[in-house]
């Protein structure tokens, strides 16, 4: 199947610096993304969509500013956490449909972010 | 808005007994739905899937899960469960026409007990 991959896989920063997620899709190409983030002992909250060539589409309640998207190519889609504080230390995964009409998602392995 | 709800944040079975996660839907009209798993600290497998063809769809690792549109119901099962099948599994709806975005349950934590 598909694959999706994600870089880093975990990840500790300090307080106020930012930092850069990516993922990407190896064997397929994908004009589109998603962006989830995932508590501990908690389900997947969809953050954005992350659009080729076009601005991202965030969910109610996420900072634009805060969570910066960009979707450089076909096969990359990079989060950058700005002046990441504590509260954003969290498990981020991104995903990307499969196309067609297998109405697939493939996941990537996720990011864990650890802000001190 | 559509929505999935999944009873039992925890679900605890012995090896060898009947798996049974419960998956209720709710939407103007069906979905495409969705089982998924996650082992820690991983990303999401998809199980199975459910795109309006057949009403008993069968998955991966002896899974499988019938739609029920008269009870809004998506109920993931396996006959016999094996130590290696406790994770985290999610439900997940999807507006037909797939590709889209996906909204999750709230997830059920499988423990499998010698």
């Known amino acids: 199947g598909a694959v999706v991959s994600q870089h880093p896989s975990w990840v500790i920063c300090k307080s106020g610096t930012s930092v850069k997620i990516e993922c990407r899709s190896l064997?397929?190409?994908?004009?589109?993304m998603f962006w989830y983030r995932q508590f501990p002992k908690q389900s997947l909250m969809l953050m954005a969509t992350?659009?080729?060539?076009?601005?991202?589409?965030?969910e109610q309640g996420v900072e634009k500013d805060k969570f910066l998207i960009n979707h450089a190519s076909l096969t990359l889609s990079t989060l950058t956490v700005t002046s990441a504080h504590p509260e954003d230390s969290s498990f981020y995964i991104c995903?990307?449909?499969?196309?067609?009409?297998?109405?697939?998602?493939?996941f990537g392995p996720g990011t864990r972010l650890t802000v001190t | 808005a559509q929505s999935v709800t999944q009873l039992g944040s925890h679900v605890s079975v012995s090896e060898g007994a009947l798996v049974l996660l419960r998956c209720n839907y709710s939407?103007?009209?069906?979905?495409?739905l969705f089982w998924y798993v996650q082992y820690p600290n991983q990303g999401l497998q998809l199980l199975l899937k459910?795109?309006?063809?057949?009403?008993l769809v069968k998955g991966i690792n002896g899974f499988e899960a019938e739609f029920k549109k008269s009870e809004t119901s998506f109920h993931l099962t396996k006959p016999s469960a094996h130590m290696s099948d406790a994770a985290e599994y999610f439900c997940?709806?999807?507006?037909?026409?797939?590709?889209?975005?996906?909204?999750f349950g709230t997830g059920t934590q499988l423990k499998v007990e010698l």
């Open positions: 995903s990307a449909p499969s196309g067609g009409f297998s109405y697939e998602q493939y």
């Open positions: 459910y795109t309006s063809a057949a009403t």
């Open positions: 064997d397929f190409q994908a004009t589109t």
């Open positions: 997940a709806v999807s507006p037909t026409g797939g590709g889209n975005k996906l909204t």
């Open positions: 939407s103007s009209v069906p979905p495409y």
């Open positions: 992350s659009n080729e060539g076009s601005k991202a589409t965030y």
